[in-house]
């Protein structure tokens, strides 16, 4: 899969990459979007930090698109990210909670 290899960077952090790009999730019948989700479903061989990247990106598009709840409800995703707040690994339980966060207030 494409974003197999996800990496913690300066612009995942950043609220100006964010507001400027997250209309590209849903550019191409949502292929971000869409492979993100696939990457953080339960039983899918991806490592920790894949996984706890894809999670924080996900729980961003919720906070900076105006219809990122609406999507990531739509795409069953919801489910998949409460499953990982009972993650063995803290920094995957972080990013699920804290994305968890995002979905409530937006």
């Given at each position: ?26 550019e191409?019948?949502?292929?971000i ?37 609406a ?19 803290p ?16």
């Amino acid at each position: 899969m494409l974003f197999r290899s996800l990496e913690w960077t300066p612009m995942h952090k950043s609220s100006n990459f964010w507001e400027k790009n997250v209309h590209r999730f849903l550019e191409k019948e949502q292929q971000i979007l869409k492979l993100l989700v696939a990457l953080i479903k339960p039983g899918e061989r991806t490592s920790t930090k894949v996984l706890s990247v894809a999670l924080h990106d996900l729980g961003e598009f919720v906070r900076y698109h105006p219809a990122g709840k609406a999507n990531i409800v739509k795409m069953g995703a919801k489910l998949y990210i409460m499953q990982h707040l009972t993650s063995a690994d803290p920094d995957v339980s972080k990013e699920a909670l804290s994305c968890v966060q995002k979905l409530m207030v937006n």
